[in-house]
């Protein structure tokens, strides 16, 4: 049975090409809404969007750039007419190293796309739906990365912990418009991300003995929950932050 509410929906998705993007925009086109798939990579975005049958439209843009967030919705609004849902979900890993060694440049790479990026996207995206006066929601992809610390990853576990704060700022300002703002945090999944930060091919059995699941997720795993979400089903849940992770953080 598809989750309530989701059929005809307007759905934006940022981080679209690959991974968990690309897994939100299949399962979304599945439950019947039409979709904006956005990302920088635009042959990897043509081509993963090519491969889905539904009405989706493909948009080049880097959300790091306050125009192009602004362009990505006025492009979904040209044409399907509306935004309804969002997915806050492009976001980039950066080097691991010791906070000693982390050069400063890097640290802003990570912060431009994962916290300042979002945060215009989910402005630009707020904004429309505001204005259209019919409600809606948003799901922000964190990372457990951002509920517990972990070496070798202060850019980015710093970037997740904002996010997840901005999420609860977004739902406080919008539940009064009816925009329902929640944030997932997955735990490892087996996405093109992953891989060569932990060579998941690699990685021999029972490497992930440290969640109760023992294993990775499947992008199409997290993707289920933010459909969850999004949909009618989640109708009570917002300013949630939710761990899709395996268990690893119980
Ligand atoms: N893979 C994991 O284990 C994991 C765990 C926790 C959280 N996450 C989060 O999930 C989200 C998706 O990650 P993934 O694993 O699918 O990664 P991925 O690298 O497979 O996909 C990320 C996508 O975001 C796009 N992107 C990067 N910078 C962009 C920009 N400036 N503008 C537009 N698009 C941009 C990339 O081109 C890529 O297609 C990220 O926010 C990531 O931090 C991933």
Do not use: W
């Not at 990372?143 to 996010?163: E, F, H, N």
């Amino acid at each position: 049975m598809p989750f309530a509410g989701l059929e005809g929906k307007v759905a934006l998705v940022t981080g679209a090409a690959r991974g968990i993007g690309a897994a939100t925009c299949l399962r979304l086109m599945q439950e019947g809404c039409k979709v904006v798939a956005v990302d920088v990579l635009r042959e990897e975005l043509v081509q993963s969007c090519a491969a889905m049958s539904g009405e989706v439209v493909v948009v080049v843009a880097d959300v790091s750039r306050e125009q192009d967030c602004d362009a990505m919705v006025t492009e979904a609004v040209l044409h399907f007419g509306a935004l309804d849902l969002f997915v806050n979900n492009a976001g980039v890993i950066g080097p691991r190293l010791p906070i000693t060694e982390l050069p400063v440049e890097e640290f802003d790479r990570v912060h431009a796309v994962n916290i300042r990026g979002a945060f215009m996207a989910l402005r630009a995206a707020l904004r429309q739906m505001q204005a259209q006066g019919r409600g809606g929601a948003v799901v922000n992809v964190a990372s457990v990365g951002g509920l517990a610390a972990q070496p070798l990853s202060a850019a980015y576990g710093s970037s997740k912990r904002a996010i997840i704060g901005l999420s609860g700022t977004a739902a406080h300002e919008n539940g009064p418009h009816g925009i329902r703002v929640n944030a997932v945090c997955p735990g490892a999944v087996d996405t093109p991300m992953l891989a060569p930060a932990m060579n998941l091919a690699a990685v021999p059995e029972g490497a992930f003995k440290g969640s109760p699941l023992g294993r990775a997720a499947n992008p199409s795993e997290v993707a289920a929950f933010i459909a969850y979400l999004l949909s009618d089903e989640a109708s009570y849940q917002t300013g949630g932050v939710y761990p899709v992770d395996g268990g690893r953080t119980i």
